[in-house]
Protein backbone atom coordinates (compact mmCIF):
# COMPACT_ATOMS: atom_id res chain seq x y z
CA UNK A 1 0.00 0.00 0.00
CA UNK A 2 1.40 3.56 -1.19
CA UNK A 3 1.31 5.75 1.97
CA UNK A 4 1.02 9.49 1.09
CA UNK A 5 2.97 12.21 2.74
CA UNK A 6 2.04 15.64 3.55
CA UNK A 7 3.95 18.72 3.86
CA UNK A 8 3.79 22.10 2.91
CA UNK A 9 5.34 24.40 -0.19
CA UNK A 10 5.59 28.15 -0.33
CA UNK A 11 5.64 29.40 -3.64
CA UNK A 12 5.68 33.15 -4.80
CA UNK A 13 1.60 34.26 -5.34
CA UNK A 14 2.29 35.11 -8.96
CA UNK A 15 3.67 31.66 -9.77
CA UNK A 16 1.10 29.55 -7.99
CA UNK A 17 -1.52 31.93 -9.97
CA UNK A 18 0.07 30.86 -13.80
CA UNK A 19 1.11 27.23 -12.26
CA UNK A 20 -2.66 26.65 -11.21
CA UNK A 21 -4.12 27.90 -14.36
CA UNK A 22 -1.87 26.01 -17.05
CA UNK A 23 -2.79 22.94 -14.97
CA UNK A 24 -6.74 23.40 -15.34
CA UNK A 25 -5.82 23.69 -18.92
CA UNK A 26 -4.18 20.28 -18.76
CA UNK A 27 -6.98 18.64 -16.96
CA UNK A 28 -4.89 18.01 -13.59
CA UNK A 29 -7.48 17.69 -10.76
CA UNK A 30 -5.05 19.35 -8.07
CA UNK A 31 -1.41 20.62 -7.48
CA UNK A 32 -0.26 17.55 -5.83
CA UNK A 33 -0.98 15.82 -9.16
CA UNK A 34 0.53 17.61 -11.01
CA UNK A 35 3.93 18.17 -9.04
CA UNK A 36 4.07 14.48 -8.80
CA UNK A 37 4.13 14.04 -12.44
CA UNK A 38 6.82 16.92 -12.57
CA UNK A 39 9.12 15.06 -9.90
CA UNK A 40 8.69 11.58 -12.11
CA UNK A 41 9.86 13.70 -15.08
CA UNK A 42 13.02 15.29 -12.89
CA UNK A 43 13.98 11.60 -11.30
CA UNK A 44 13.83 9.95 -14.75
CA UNK A 45 16.09 12.86 -15.76
CA UNK A 46 18.26 11.83 -13.18
CA UNK A 47 18.18 7.75 -13.76
CA UNK A 48 19.93 9.25 -17.06
CA UNK A 49 22.51 11.50 -15.81
CA UNK A 50 24.04 9.00 -13.41
CA UNK A 51 23.86 5.89 -15.71
CA UNK A 52 21.12 3.97 -13.20
CA UNK A 53 19.24 0.81 -15.21
CA UNK A 54 16.90 2.66 -17.35
CA UNK A 55 14.63 1.17 -20.05
CA UNK A 56 15.24 2.29 -24.15
CA UNK A 57 12.83 1.80 -26.22
CA UNK A 58 14.41 1.96 -29.79
CA UNK A 59 12.73 2.49 -33.25
CA UNK A 60 13.79 1.23 -36.64
CA UNK A 61 12.07 1.52 -40.26
CA UNK A 62 14.14 -1.10 -42.85
CA UNK A 63 13.01 -2.33 -46.27
CA UNK A 64 12.34 -5.87 -45.97
CA UNK A 65 14.02 -6.89 -48.97
CA UNK A 66 17.21 -6.51 -48.06
CA UNK A 67 19.32 -9.40 -47.97
CA UNK A 68 20.36 -10.80 -44.83
CA UNK A 69 19.03 -7.74 -42.92
CA UNK A 70 16.24 -10.01 -40.48
CA UNK A 71 19.18 -12.27 -39.70
CA UNK A 72 21.54 -9.88 -38.74
CA UNK A 73 19.69 -7.64 -36.48
CA UNK A 74 18.27 -11.26 -34.73
CA UNK A 75 22.50 -11.66 -34.29
CA UNK A 76 22.89 -8.57 -32.82
CA UNK A 77 20.48 -9.03 -30.35
CA UNK A 78 20.76 -12.26 -29.41
CA UNK A 79 24.32 -11.40 -28.91
CA UNK A 80 22.56 -8.80 -25.64
CA UNK A 81 19.73 -11.50 -25.36
CA UNK A 82 19.79 -10.43 -21.58
CA UNK A 83 19.42 -7.13 -22.23
CA UNK A 84 16.43 -7.42 -24.54
CA UNK A 85 12.52 -7.73 -23.40
CA UNK A 86 11.03 -7.82 -26.14
CA UNK A 87 10.87 -7.29 -30.01
CA UNK A 88 7.62 -6.37 -32.06
CA UNK A 89 7.19 -6.06 -35.87
CA UNK A 90 4.95 -4.31 -38.14
CA UNK A 91 4.65 -4.22 -41.60
CA UNK A 92 4.25 -0.93 -42.62
CA UNK A 93 3.25 -1.15 -46.29
CA UNK A 94 4.86 -3.63 -48.84
CA UNK A 95 7.88 -2.55 -49.02
CA UNK A 96 9.22 -0.86 -45.41
CA UNK A 97 9.02 -2.73 -41.66
CA UNK A 98 9.35 -1.06 -38.33
CA UNK A 99 10.37 -3.02 -35.70
CA UNK A 100 10.49 -1.63 -31.83
CA UNK A 101 13.21 -2.91 -29.55
CA UNK A 102 12.81 -2.76 -25.82
CA UNK A 103 16.14 -2.44 -24.01
CA UNK A 104 16.68 -2.78 -20.46
CA UNK A 105 20.14 -1.62 -19.06
CA UNK A 106 22.11 1.32 -18.08
CA UNK A 107 21.85 4.26 -20.63
CA UNK A 108 25.45 3.75 -21.67
CA UNK A 109 24.65 0.04 -22.81
CA UNK A 110 21.89 0.66 -24.05
CA UNK A 111 23.16 3.50 -25.98
CA UNK A 112 25.64 1.69 -27.37
CA UNK A 113 23.57 -1.09 -28.71
CA UNK A 114 20.88 0.95 -30.13
CA UNK A 115 24.13 2.49 -32.28
CA UNK A 116 25.28 -0.78 -33.39
CA UNK A 117 22.08 -1.79 -34.28
CA UNK A 118 20.83 1.76 -36.48
CA UNK A 119 24.86 1.31 -38.31
CA UNK A 120 23.44 -1.82 -39.85
CA UNK A 121 23.23 -1.39 -43.40
CA UNK A 122 19.64 -1.24 -44.87
CA UNK A 123 18.34 0.30 -41.44
CA UNK A 124 16.49 3.44 -42.68
CA UNK A 125 16.15 5.56 -39.86
CA UNK A 126 16.06 4.44 -36.06
CA UNK A 127 15.52 6.88 -32.99
CA UNK A 128 15.59 5.73 -29.67
CA UNK A 129 14.22 6.77 -26.35
CA UNK A 130 14.41 5.97 -22.60
CA UNK A 131 11.72 5.65 -19.55
CA UNK A 132 12.21 4.55 -15.98
CA UNK A 133 12.13 0.99 -14.69
CA UNK A 134 9.28 2.57 -12.32
CA UNK A 135 11.33 1.19 -9.19
CA UNK A 136 11.02 4.22 -7.03
CA UNK A 137 8.32 6.34 -9.14
CA UNK A 138 5.31 5.31 -6.58
CA UNK A 139 2.47 5.75 -9.31
CA UNK A 140 -0.11 7.68 -7.32
CA UNK B 1 14.15 -2.91 -57.83
CA UNK B 2 16.48 0.11 -56.40
CA UNK B 3 17.83 2.13 -59.41
CA UNK B 4 21.23 3.55 -58.09
CA UNK B 5 22.27 6.95 -59.27
CA UNK B 6 24.86 8.79 -59.33
CA UNK B 7 26.51 12.11 -59.15
CA UNK B 8 29.26 14.48 -58.08
CA UNK B 9 29.94 16.75 -54.91
CA UNK B 10 32.37 18.80 -53.69
CA UNK B 11 33.75 19.56 -50.62
CA UNK B 12 36.54 21.40 -48.75
CA UNK B 13 39.48 19.22 -48.40
CA UNK B 14 39.68 19.62 -44.69
CA UNK B 15 36.19 18.88 -44.04
CA UNK B 16 36.21 15.80 -46.34
CA UNK B 17 39.25 14.27 -44.20
CA UNK B 18 37.49 14.82 -41.17
CA UNK B 19 34.60 13.37 -42.60
CA UNK B 20 36.38 10.26 -43.80
CA UNK B 21 38.18 9.91 -40.26
CA UNK B 22 34.96 9.96 -38.35
CA UNK B 23 32.96 7.52 -40.86
CA UNK B 24 35.62 5.05 -40.42
CA UNK B 25 35.66 5.24 -37.23
CA UNK B 26 31.68 4.72 -36.84
CA UNK B 27 32.53 1.58 -39.28
CA UNK B 28 31.29 2.82 -42.39
CA UNK B 29 32.19 1.02 -45.34
CA UNK B 30 32.16 4.44 -48.07
CA UNK B 31 31.45 8.12 -48.00
CA UNK B 32 28.00 6.87 -50.32
CA UNK B 33 26.66 4.80 -47.14
CA UNK B 34 27.53 7.39 -44.70
CA UNK B 35 25.56 10.15 -46.95
CA UNK B 36 22.54 8.14 -47.28
CA UNK B 37 21.96 8.07 -43.48
CA UNK B 38 22.52 11.58 -43.10
CA UNK B 39 20.08 12.12 -45.74
CA UNK B 40 17.57 9.89 -44.15
CA UNK B 41 18.02 11.59 -41.17
CA UNK B 42 17.36 15.32 -42.76
CA UNK B 43 14.40 13.65 -44.51
CA UNK B 44 12.53 12.65 -41.11
CA UNK B 45 13.02 16.08 -39.68
CA UNK B 46 11.51 17.70 -42.95
CA UNK B 47 8.41 15.38 -42.61
CA UNK B 48 8.29 16.26 -38.49
CA UNK B 49 8.67 20.07 -39.64
CA UNK B 50 5.94 19.75 -42.24
CA UNK B 51 3.35 17.42 -40.35
CA UNK B 52 3.82 14.58 -42.64
CA UNK B 53 2.35 11.13 -42.04
CA UNK B 54 5.07 9.54 -39.37
CA UNK B 55 4.85 6.50 -36.87
CA UNK B 56 5.05 7.98 -33.19
CA UNK B 57 6.74 5.40 -30.40
CA UNK B 58 4.98 6.05 -27.07
CA UNK B 59 6.24 4.23 -24.28
CA UNK B 60 4.67 4.42 -20.65
CA UNK B 61 5.56 3.70 -17.48
CA UNK B 62 2.76 2.65 -14.85
CA UNK B 63 1.82 0.90 -11.90
CA UNK B 64 -0.01 -2.43 -12.18
CA UNK B 65 -2.27 -2.47 -9.44
CA UNK B 66 -4.18 1.09 -10.32
CA UNK B 67 -7.61 0.81 -10.56
CA UNK B 68 -9.16 1.14 -13.69
CA UNK B 69 -6.25 2.96 -15.36
CA UNK B 70 -5.49 -0.33 -17.83
CA UNK B 71 -9.34 -0.13 -18.78
CA UNK B 72 -8.47 4.23 -19.18
CA UNK B 73 -5.94 3.54 -21.45
CA UNK B 74 -7.79 0.86 -23.49
CA UNK B 75 -10.73 3.49 -23.95
CA UNK B 76 -8.76 6.25 -25.10
CA UNK B 77 -6.55 3.89 -27.76
CA UNK B 78 -10.19 2.50 -28.90
CA UNK B 79 -11.24 6.16 -29.91
CA UNK B 80 -8.30 6.38 -32.28
CA UNK B 81 -7.88 2.42 -33.40
CA UNK B 82 -7.74 3.70 -37.07
CA UNK B 83 -4.18 5.18 -35.78
CA UNK B 84 -2.96 2.40 -33.43
CA UNK B 85 -0.78 0.15 -35.00
CA UNK B 86 0.36 -2.38 -31.85
CA UNK B 87 0.69 -2.38 -28.50
CA UNK B 88 3.34 -4.55 -26.58
CA UNK B 89 2.97 -4.60 -22.91
CA UNK B 90 5.39 -5.67 -20.43
CA UNK B 91 5.49 -6.93 -16.79
CA UNK B 92 8.93 -4.96 -15.98
CA UNK B 93 8.62 -6.26 -11.70
CA UNK B 94 5.80 -6.92 -9.50
CA UNK B 95 4.02 -3.35 -9.40
CA UNK B 96 5.41 -1.68 -12.86
CA UNK B 97 4.31 -2.50 -16.29
CA UNK B 98 6.00 -0.63 -19.49
CA UNK B 99 3.55 -0.18 -22.62
CA UNK B 100 4.65 0.55 -26.02
CA UNK B 101 2.23 1.89 -28.68
CA UNK B 102 3.04 1.96 -32.02
CA UNK B 103 0.83 4.93 -33.75
CA UNK B 104 0.29 5.55 -37.13
CA UNK B 105 -0.90 9.85 -38.58
CA UNK B 106 0.08 13.33 -38.52
CA UNK B 107 2.82 14.96 -36.29
CA UNK B 108 0.23 16.92 -34.30
CA UNK B 109 -2.56 14.19 -34.26
CA UNK B 110 0.19 11.90 -32.35
CA UNK B 111 1.45 14.49 -30.65
CA UNK B 112 -2.22 15.37 -29.39
CA UNK B 113 -3.14 11.81 -28.86
CA UNK B 114 -0.02 10.92 -26.60
CA UNK B 115 -0.40 13.97 -24.44
CA UNK B 116 -4.02 12.98 -23.39
CA UNK B 117 -2.61 9.24 -22.85
CA UNK B 118 0.35 10.93 -20.44
CA UNK B 119 -1.61 12.49 -18.79
CA UNK B 120 -3.91 10.11 -17.42
CA UNK B 121 -4.14 9.70 -13.78
CA UNK B 122 -1.27 6.88 -12.80
CA UNK B 123 0.65 6.79 -15.60
CA UNK B 124 4.29 7.64 -14.06
CA UNK B 125 5.55 9.05 -17.23
CA UNK B 126 5.66 8.93 -20.67
CA UNK B 127 8.23 9.84 -23.94
CA UNK B 128 7.78 9.85 -27.53
CA UNK B 129 9.92 9.56 -30.14
CA UNK B 130 9.17 9.79 -34.03
CA UNK B 131 9.99 7.57 -37.08
CA UNK B 132 9.42 7.76 -40.58
CA UNK B 133 6.83 5.66 -42.35
CA UNK B 134 9.78 4.35 -44.91
CA UNK B 135 7.86 5.86 -48.10
CA UNK B 136 10.48 7.69 -49.83
CA UNK B 137 13.44 6.31 -47.38
CA UNK B 138 14.69 4.32 -50.08
CA UNK B 139 17.29 1.65 -47.78
CA UNK B 140 20.39 0.39 -49.68
CA UNK C 1 7.26 42.80 -3.21
CA UNK C 2 7.39 38.84 -3.92
CA UNK C 3 4.51 37.56 -1.73
CA UNK C 4 4.91 34.13 -0.95
CA UNK C 5 1.62 31.54 -0.46
CA UNK C 6 2.15 28.58 1.43
CA UNK C 7 0.17 25.65 0.39
CA UNK C 8 0.35 21.64 1.24
CA UNK C 9 1.06 18.96 -1.30
CA UNK C 10 0.66 15.05 -0.73
CA UNK C 11 3.17 12.57 -1.96
CA UNK C 12 3.56 8.71 -1.93
CA UNK C 13 6.08 8.34 0.83
CA UNK C 14 8.65 6.47 -1.32
CA UNK C 15 8.73 9.03 -3.79
CA UNK C 16 9.10 11.69 -1.57
CA UNK C 17 12.15 9.86 -0.25
CA UNK C 18 13.89 9.65 -4.08
CA UNK C 19 13.43 13.32 -4.60
CA UNK C 20 14.71 14.44 -1.34
CA UNK C 21 17.64 12.28 -1.52
CA UNK C 22 17.94 13.44 -5.15
CA UNK C 23 18.01 17.53 -4.41
CA UNK C 24 19.83 17.09 -1.41
CA UNK C 25 22.44 15.86 -3.87
CA UNK C 26 21.68 18.95 -6.24
CA UNK C 27 22.71 21.36 -3.39
CA UNK C 28 19.11 22.28 -2.81
CA UNK C 29 18.32 24.15 0.27
CA UNK C 30 14.68 22.66 0.83
CA UNK C 31 11.77 21.37 -1.26
CA UNK C 32 10.39 24.01 -1.89
CA UNK C 33 12.84 25.75 -3.66
CA UNK C 34 13.45 22.61 -6.05
CA UNK C 35 9.93 22.46 -6.81
CA UNK C 36 9.53 26.19 -7.68
CA UNK C 37 12.48 25.16 -10.14
CA UNK C 38 10.93 21.98 -11.63
CA UNK C 39 7.37 24.34 -12.22
CA UNK C 40 9.50 27.49 -13.95
CA UNK C 41 11.29 24.59 -16.40
CA UNK C 42 7.20 23.42 -17.18
CA UNK C 43 5.82 26.87 -17.90
CA UNK C 44 9.03 27.78 -20.13
CA UNK C 45 8.17 24.47 -22.23
CA UNK C 46 4.12 25.67 -22.02
CA UNK C 47 5.22 29.33 -23.32
CA UNK C 48 7.17 27.45 -26.22
CA UNK C 49 4.12 24.95 -27.13
CA UNK C 50 1.34 27.77 -26.90
CA UNK C 51 3.45 29.92 -29.21
CA UNK C 52 3.98 32.72 -26.83
CA UNK C 53 6.39 35.36 -26.63
CA UNK C 54 9.67 34.21 -25.85
CA UNK C 55 13.29 34.97 -26.22
CA UNK C 56 15.50 32.86 -28.69
CA UNK C 57 19.29 32.69 -28.66
CA UNK C 58 20.68 31.86 -32.08
CA UNK C 59 24.56 31.04 -32.37
CA UNK C 60 26.32 30.86 -35.42
CA UNK C 61 29.81 29.85 -36.50
CA UNK C 62 31.26 30.89 -39.50
CA UNK C 63 34.23 31.79 -41.40
CA UNK C 64 34.83 35.30 -41.66
CA UNK C 65 36.51 35.63 -44.69
CA UNK C 66 33.25 34.23 -46.48
CA UNK C 67 32.90 37.50 -49.02
CA UNK C 68 29.55 39.30 -48.35
CA UNK C 69 28.17 37.34 -45.31
CA UNK C 70 28.66 39.58 -43.08
CA UNK C 71 26.54 42.48 -44.90
CA UNK C 72 24.01 39.05 -45.90
CA UNK C 73 23.61 38.59 -42.13
CA UNK C 74 22.91 42.13 -41.03
CA UNK C 75 20.39 42.49 -43.44
CA UNK C 76 18.42 39.63 -42.66
CA UNK C 77 18.73 40.87 -39.04
CA UNK C 78 17.22 44.67 -40.29
CA UNK C 79 14.31 43.10 -41.88
CA UNK C 80 13.59 41.97 -38.30
CA UNK C 81 15.32 44.65 -36.08
CA UNK C 82 12.33 45.22 -34.11
CA UNK C 83 12.78 41.16 -32.73
CA UNK C 84 16.96 41.54 -32.29
CA UNK C 85 17.49 42.27 -28.95
CA UNK C 86 21.07 42.27 -29.03
CA UNK C 87 24.20 40.48 -30.92
CA UNK C 88 27.35 39.18 -30.15
CA UNK C 89 30.41 38.93 -31.85
CA UNK C 90 33.65 36.86 -30.58
CA UNK C 91 36.52 35.82 -32.64
CA UNK C 92 37.39 32.35 -31.95
CA UNK C 93 40.47 31.99 -34.03
CA UNK C 94 41.61 33.48 -36.93
CA UNK C 95 39.38 32.37 -39.53
CA UNK C 96 36.21 31.61 -37.10
CA UNK C 97 33.85 33.64 -35.80
CA UNK C 98 31.18 33.04 -33.33
CA UNK C 99 27.69 34.95 -33.30
CA UNK C 100 24.95 35.12 -30.87
CA UNK C 101 22.10 36.75 -32.19
CA UNK C 102 19.28 37.67 -28.78
CA UNK C 103 15.89 37.74 -30.58
CA UNK C 104 12.55 38.24 -29.07
CA UNK C 105 9.11 36.83 -30.06
CA UNK C 106 6.76 33.74 -30.41
CA UNK C 107 8.35 30.72 -30.91
CA UNK C 108 7.32 30.57 -34.51
CA UNK C 109 8.95 33.65 -35.93
CA UNK C 110 11.88 33.27 -34.25
CA UNK C 111 12.28 29.75 -35.68
CA UNK C 112 11.51 30.99 -38.82
CA UNK C 113 14.06 33.46 -38.74
CA UNK C 114 16.53 31.28 -37.24
CA UNK C 115 16.22 29.19 -39.98
CA UNK C 116 16.70 31.89 -42.55
CA UNK C 117 19.65 33.10 -41.17
CA UNK C 118 21.48 29.25 -40.21
CA UNK C 119 20.86 28.67 -44.07
CA UNK C 120 22.69 31.74 -45.63
CA UNK C 121 25.67 30.12 -47.64
CA UNK C 122 28.92 30.01 -45.57
CA UNK C 123 27.16 29.89 -42.00
CA UNK C 124 29.21 26.55 -40.76
CA UNK C 125 26.52 25.29 -37.77
CA UNK C 126 23.64 27.22 -36.07
CA UNK C 127 21.86 26.26 -32.76
CA UNK C 128 18.76 27.96 -31.29
CA UNK C 129 17.85 27.94 -27.64
CA UNK C 130 14.77 29.18 -25.83
CA UNK C 131 14.33 30.58 -22.64
CA UNK C 132 11.35 32.87 -21.29
CA UNK C 133 11.20 36.34 -21.06
CA UNK C 134 10.76 36.26 -17.24
CA UNK C 135 7.31 37.50 -16.88
CA UNK C 136 5.15 35.31 -14.42
CA UNK C 137 8.50 33.48 -13.55
CA UNK C 138 9.24 34.96 -10.28
CA UNK C 139 12.49 34.59 -9.51
CA UNK C 140 12.28 34.09 -5.29
CA UNK D 1 42.81 28.76 -49.47
CA UNK D 2 39.91 26.24 -49.41
CA UNK D 3 40.36 23.11 -51.88
CA UNK D 4 37.58 21.98 -53.05
CA UNK D 5 37.77 18.40 -53.66
CA UNK D 6 35.32 16.67 -56.04
CA UNK D 7 34.28 13.00 -55.61
CA UNK D 8 31.07 10.65 -56.85
CA UNK D 9 28.59 9.73 -54.84
CA UNK D 10 25.83 6.89 -55.33
CA UNK D 11 21.89 7.72 -54.32
CA UNK D 12 18.92 5.81 -54.97
CA UNK D 13 17.19 7.58 -57.54
CA UNK D 14 13.81 8.07 -55.11
CA UNK D 15 15.77 8.73 -51.94
CA UNK D 16 17.85 11.51 -54.76
CA UNK D 17 14.61 12.65 -56.00
CA UNK D 18 12.94 13.56 -52.93
CA UNK D 19 16.19 14.86 -51.40
CA UNK D 20 16.27 17.22 -54.44
CA UNK D 21 13.14 18.36 -53.65
CA UNK D 22 13.45 19.07 -50.03
CA UNK D 23 16.46 21.25 -50.53
CA UNK D 24 15.01 23.05 -53.33
CA UNK D 25 12.37 23.74 -50.60
CA UNK D 26 14.89 25.07 -48.46
CA UNK D 27 16.66 27.76 -50.53
CA UNK D 28 19.74 25.71 -51.24
CA UNK D 29 21.64 25.89 -54.54
CA UNK D 30 22.83 22.63 -55.16
CA UNK D 31 23.63 19.19 -53.55
CA UNK D 32 27.17 20.01 -52.54
CA UNK D 33 25.59 23.09 -50.13
CA UNK D 34 23.55 21.12 -48.98
CA UNK D 35 25.26 17.91 -48.28
CA UNK D 36 28.30 20.14 -46.83
CA UNK D 37 25.62 21.38 -43.85
CA UNK D 38 24.78 17.58 -43.23
CA UNK D 39 27.81 16.74 -42.96
CA UNK D 40 28.70 20.14 -40.94
CA UNK D 41 26.23 19.10 -38.11
CA UNK D 42 27.12 15.45 -38.29
CA UNK D 43 30.37 16.49 -36.81
CA UNK D 44 29.38 18.98 -34.56
CA UNK D 45 27.46 16.24 -32.86
CA UNK D 46 30.56 13.71 -33.29
CA UNK D 47 32.39 16.89 -31.11
CA UNK D 48 29.78 16.67 -28.75
CA UNK D 49 29.73 12.76 -28.10
CA UNK D 50 33.36 12.61 -27.82
CA UNK D 51 33.71 15.50 -25.75
CA UNK D 52 36.10 17.41 -27.74
CA UNK D 53 36.43 20.91 -27.44
CA UNK D 54 33.65 23.36 -28.26
CA UNK D 55 31.54 26.00 -27.70
CA UNK D 56 28.70 26.47 -25.05
CA UNK D 57 25.95 29.28 -25.21
CA UNK D 58 24.16 29.88 -22.01
CA UNK D 59 20.75 32.01 -21.25
CA UNK D 60 20.00 32.48 -18.12
CA UNK D 61 17.04 34.81 -16.83
CA UNK D 62 16.77 35.85 -13.51
CA UNK D 63 15.40 38.98 -11.48
CA UNK D 64 17.44 42.10 -10.96
CA UNK D 65 16.49 42.76 -7.63
CA UNK D 66 16.93 39.70 -6.13
CA UNK D 67 19.94 40.31 -3.50
CA UNK D 68 23.57 39.56 -4.52
CA UNK D 69 22.98 37.21 -7.15
CA UNK D 70 24.77 39.08 -10.00
CA UNK D 71 27.70 39.02 -7.37
CA UNK D 72 27.43 35.08 -6.76
CA UNK D 73 27.47 34.75 -11.09
CA UNK D 74 29.94 36.87 -11.84
CA UNK D 75 31.97 34.70 -8.64
CA UNK D 76 31.44 31.63 -10.37
CA UNK D 77 32.72 32.97 -13.82
CA UNK D 78 35.53 34.24 -12.39
CA UNK D 79 36.47 30.96 -11.13
CA UNK D 80 36.35 29.78 -14.85
CA UNK D 81 37.68 33.05 -16.41
CA UNK D 82 39.72 30.85 -18.31
CA UNK D 83 36.86 29.16 -20.02
CA UNK D 84 34.50 32.24 -20.27
CA UNK D 85 34.63 33.91 -24.06
CA UNK D 86 32.12 36.85 -23.23
CA UNK D 87 28.88 37.76 -21.40
CA UNK D 88 25.91 39.55 -22.74
CA UNK D 89 23.61 41.20 -20.20
CA UNK D 90 20.02 42.71 -21.45
CA UNK D 91 17.80 44.20 -19.48
CA UNK D 92 14.49 42.63 -20.60
CA UNK D 93 12.01 44.60 -18.77
CA UNK D 94 11.87 46.58 -15.36
CA UNK D 95 12.02 43.03 -12.94
CA UNK D 96 13.82 40.55 -15.69
CA UNK D 97 17.65 40.23 -17.15
CA UNK D 98 18.41 38.09 -19.67
CA UNK D 99 22.15 37.14 -19.30
CA UNK D 100 23.86 35.08 -22.26
CA UNK D 101 27.35 33.11 -21.47
CA UNK D 102 29.70 32.18 -23.90
CA UNK D 103 31.68 29.30 -22.39
CA UNK D 104 34.67 27.74 -24.60
CA UNK D 105 35.64 23.74 -23.27
CA UNK D 106 35.25 20.32 -23.31
CA UNK D 107 31.73 19.00 -23.52
CA UNK D 108 31.47 17.68 -19.97
CA UNK D 109 33.24 21.26 -18.41
CA UNK D 110 30.50 23.49 -19.82
CA UNK D 111 27.81 21.04 -18.37
CA UNK D 112 29.26 21.47 -14.77
CA UNK D 113 29.79 24.76 -14.76
CA UNK D 114 26.30 25.84 -16.39
CA UNK D 115 24.93 23.39 -14.13
CA UNK D 116 26.19 24.78 -10.95
CA UNK D 117 25.07 28.60 -12.55
CA UNK D 118 21.57 27.19 -13.44
CA UNK D 119 21.11 26.17 -9.86
CA UNK D 120 22.31 29.58 -7.67
CA UNK D 121 19.12 30.25 -6.02
CA UNK D 122 17.27 33.04 -7.88
CA UNK D 123 18.04 31.91 -11.63
CA UNK D 124 14.67 31.35 -12.77
CA UNK D 125 15.48 29.00 -15.60
CA UNK D 126 18.68 28.80 -18.03
CA UNK D 127 19.22 26.88 -21.34
CA UNK D 128 22.70 25.54 -22.67
CA UNK D 129 23.64 25.08 -26.82
CA UNK D 130 26.37 23.90 -28.13
CA UNK D 131 28.43 24.71 -31.06
CA UNK D 132 31.58 23.76 -32.81
CA UNK D 133 34.46 26.12 -32.80
CA UNK D 134 35.23 26.12 -35.83
CA UNK D 135 38.19 24.13 -36.55
CA UNK D 136 37.32 21.39 -39.43
CA UNK D 137 34.68 22.69 -40.59
CA UNK D 138 35.55 24.47 -43.23
CA UNK D 139 32.94 26.98 -44.44
CA UNK D 140 32.80 26.84 -48.14
Do not use: W
Not at 87 to 102: G, K, R, S, T
Amino acid sequence: MTILKRFGVSLPGDLLARFDNEIEQKGYQNRSEALRDLIRDYLVKRDLDKNEEVVGVLNLVYGHHVPNLSAKLNDIQHDHYHNILSNVHIHLDHHNCLEVIIIKGRYSEIKQLSDRIIGTRGVKHGELSFNSTGKNLSGV
